[in-house]
């Protein structure tokens, strides 16, 4: 089975997307890129190279949806003549608008963002959602987990790698244990559990970090030699990043409990403690962060947690 990666230009603070040529029948593309005139460009140059057109694709497969990697989905399809669209239930949300849906702003309102932070990091999604159409759920088919996408010489695992997002899934080519992993794996950068309403009760908050954790657990289990991520180069030695990604991860809840007081603080105000310097969408990407390891936290036992009106206040547990 040919795997051909393909990087494409993003205006976004991330740098170049990576996706993926399945040169098989079907023709499949795993991510799209953001929709550019410039992601569009280089991926058709990237297609021409090896003697394809998009109107081959007769299949997309996308690891997430968010901007970055789904935002030419329908262009694609179209251009394709109806090529099919793949991707997790959980993920319709966020096509949706992560930052406009309800309960996502009060997930924010519940960790001690004042109004008008809300509204600002409202305004900036509006400049990014241009970057993306919307599906709607007629336009695409569901990935299901454990399930496989057949080609003609062999196929592909589907495996449900939540923690980025809730619908996050990788691919895994057990012949080879090769994996294309999305954003669930990423060499350079450990990625974001982002902040995001659980997809099963919308009234809770869905446990990224923790969920994650099992993710890398399960892709751990498949022993894999080669793991091509959504930026970046790919990985040779994921043991290696398996044990970097859990320091990191150790290191950062050891300075999130530091921060938390007697007097309790709010998730807001613990994730600008953290990242003073963050600006535009690091706002957002650090308040997830903090949210995330605040909720591993208070699951172990290491901290409490008490709503004081809508908002969420962080305090030592009594053991500590």
């Given amino acids: ?72 989905s329908r262009t694609l399809r179209d251009e ?12 319709t949300g966020h096509r949706a608008g992560r930052l406009e849906y309800e309960g996502t702003r009060a997930l924010l309102v519940r960790a001690g963002l004042p109004e008008e932070e809300i509204e600002a990091m409202r305004k900036l999604y509006e400049s990014v959602r241009v970057y993306a159409d919307g599906l709607a759920k007629d ?13 003609a010489t062999g196929s592909l695992r589907v495996v449900h790698t939540p923690g980025h997002t809730p619908g996050s899934c ?33 009234s809770k908050r869905y446990p990224s970090l923790a969920e994650y954790l099992v993710s890398l657990a399960r892709l751990r289990s498949y022993a894999p030699t080669l793991v091509y991520g959504g930026h970046g180069e790919a990985v040779t030695d994921f043991e290696e990043l398996f044990n970097r990604y859990l320091q990191s991860i150790r290191e950062r809840q050891k300075d ?32 997830s962060e903090a949210i995330a390891h605040l909720d591993l936290a208070h699951s172990e036992g290491k901290i409490a947690v008490e709503l004081k009106g809508e908002r969420e206040i962080y305090l030592k547990a009594r053991s500590n």
Avoid at 80 to 91: C, G, M, N, S
Avoid at 143 to 151: K, N, Q, R, S, T
């Fill in 170 to 202: 990788s691919l895994v080519r057990e012949a080879n244990r090769t994996i294309i992993a999305g954003d669930c794996v990423l060499k350079r950068i450990t990625p974001n559990p982002l902040l995001a309403v659980d997809p099963v009760d919308s």
């Fill in 1 to 72: 089975m040919q795997i051909i990666p393909i990087s494409l230009p993003t205006p976004f603070y991330i740098g170049p997307v990576n996706v993926y040529l399945i040169r098989e029948d079907p023709i499949t593309l795993i991510d799209t890129g953001p929709k550019t005139k410039e992601a569009h460009e280089a991926l058709r140059a990237a297609l021409r190279a090896e003697r394809l057109r998009v109107a081959d694709i007769r299949r997309i497969v996308l690891t997430h949806a968010h901007e970055d990697h789904c935002g030419l």
């Fill in 256 to 287: 999130v409990i530091r921060l938390v007081t007697k007097e309790g603080a709010t998730a807001w105000e613990i994730a600008l403690e953290m990242f003073p310097q963050a600006t535009d969408v690091h706002r957002f990407l650090a308040v």
């Fill in 80 to 91: 394709a003549k109806d090529a099919e669209i793949l991707v997790h239930p959980w993920e």
């Fill in 139 to 151: 336009e695409h088919g569901e990935l299901a987990d454990d399930e496989e996408l057949m080609f």
